[in-house]
T-cell receptor, first 111, second 117 residues
Framework: DQQVKQNSPSLSVQEGRISILNCDYT??????FLWYKKYPAEGPTFLIS?????DKNEDGRFTVFLNKSAKHLSLHIVPSQPGDSAVYFC??????????FGQGTELSVKP | EAGVAQSPRYKIIEKRQSVAFWCNPI?????LYWYQQILGQGPKLLIQ????????DSQLPKDRFSAERLKGVDSTLKIQPAKLEDSAVYLC???????????????FGSGTRLTVV
C-alpha cells in the first residue's frame, strides 16, 4: 500500500529551464510534507517543506506547491542547474513523526 | 554541528551470515530512526527510538533483524541471518523539533550499502 507516490522515475531538462517533480498521496490526514535530494553514496538531504495550512512555500530557486483537494504536491526548480541532477524524494510525515517516502524521481539537468 | 555518523560505508556478505551496522546521531537528538532503501524505492522505516525506548518497530522483520540504542545515544542494527533480499542501503537518521531541517529536524547519515551474495 503505497501512500506516497512519485509516478515519474526520471526527468530530463535543459539547463536554465524549469524542472517540475510531482508527488501524490492517498492519506488525507497527512499535514506536513518534505522534499529531499539524494546524491549517490550520500544520505538524503532536506530541501524544502510545506505544511497543509499553506499551498505554496518558496526558498530561492525551489518552490513547493500543495493541492490538498487533489492530494498532490509538486516541486518546481527554476532555473535548473546541472548540480541539481540527483534523485528527489517526496515524503509525508506519518504517525509518530516517521517519514513515508515516495519512490523517487531521478532528475538529469543537461548543459 | 557534526552530522549523523554511520559505519561501515559498505559491506558485502554471503547469505546466512550476520552483519551489524552502527549509528551515532547528532548530539542532543532524542529520536533516532533506521530506514531501509532498496534500489529503485524510497526509504522505508524499520525502527524508531525515542531516547532508548522503541516507538515503532512494526516494519522490522523481527525474526532476523534486531536493533538497540545504547544509553539513548548510539544505535546498532543487526541482521542474522542475512537473505539476498536484504541487499539495500541502511540509513540512520536523527531528529529534533524545529531547526533548519523542517519542522521535524530530520538529518540523515550517508548510509551503509549492504550487498548479500
Amino acid at each position: 500500500d503505497q501512500q506516497v507516490k512519485q509516478n515519474s522515475p526520471s526527468l530530463s531538462v535543459q539547463e536554465g529551464r524549469i524542472s517540475i517533480l510531482n508527488c501524490d498521496y492517498t492519506n488525507s490526514m497527512f499535514d506536513y510534507f518534505l522534499w529531499y535530494k539524494k546524491y549517490p553514496a550520500e544520505g538524503p538531504t532536506f530541501l524544502i517543506s510545506i505544511s497543509s495550512i499553506k499551498d505554496k512555500n518558496e526558498d530561492g530557486r525551489f518552490t513547493v506547491f500543495l493541492n490538498k483537494s487533489a492530494k498532490h504536491l509538486s516541486l518546481h526548480i527554476v532555473p535548473s542547474q546541472p548540480g541539481d541532477s540527483a534523485v528527489y524524494f517526496c515524503a509525508a510525515v506519518g504517525q509518530g513523526g516517521k517519514l513515508i517516502f515516495g519512490q523517487g524521481t531521478e532528475l538529469s539537468v543537461k548543459p | 554541528e557534526a552530522g549523523v555518523a554511520q559505519s561501515p560505508r559498505y559491506k558485502i556478505i554471503e547469505k546466512r551470515q550476520s552483519v551489524a551496522f552502527w549509528c551515532n546521531p547528532i548530539s542532543g537528538h532524542a529520536t533516532l530512526y533506521w530506514y531501509q532503501q532498496i534500489l529503485g524505492q524510497g526509504p522505508k522505516l524499520l525502527i524508531q527510538f525515542q531516547n532508548n525506548g522503541v516507538v515503532d518497530d512494526s516494519q522490522l522483520p523481527k525474526d532476523r533483524f534486531s536493533a538497540e540504542r545504547l544509553k539513548g545515544v548510539d544505535s546498532t542494527l543487526k541482521i542474522q541471518p542475512a537473505k539476498l533480499e536484504d541487499s539495500a542501503v541502511y540509513l540512520c537518521a536523527s531528529s529534533t523539533p524545529g531547526g533548519r531541517q523542517g519542522r521535524y529536524g530530520y538529518t540523515f547519515g550517508s548510509g551503509t550499502r549492504l550487498t548479500v551474495v
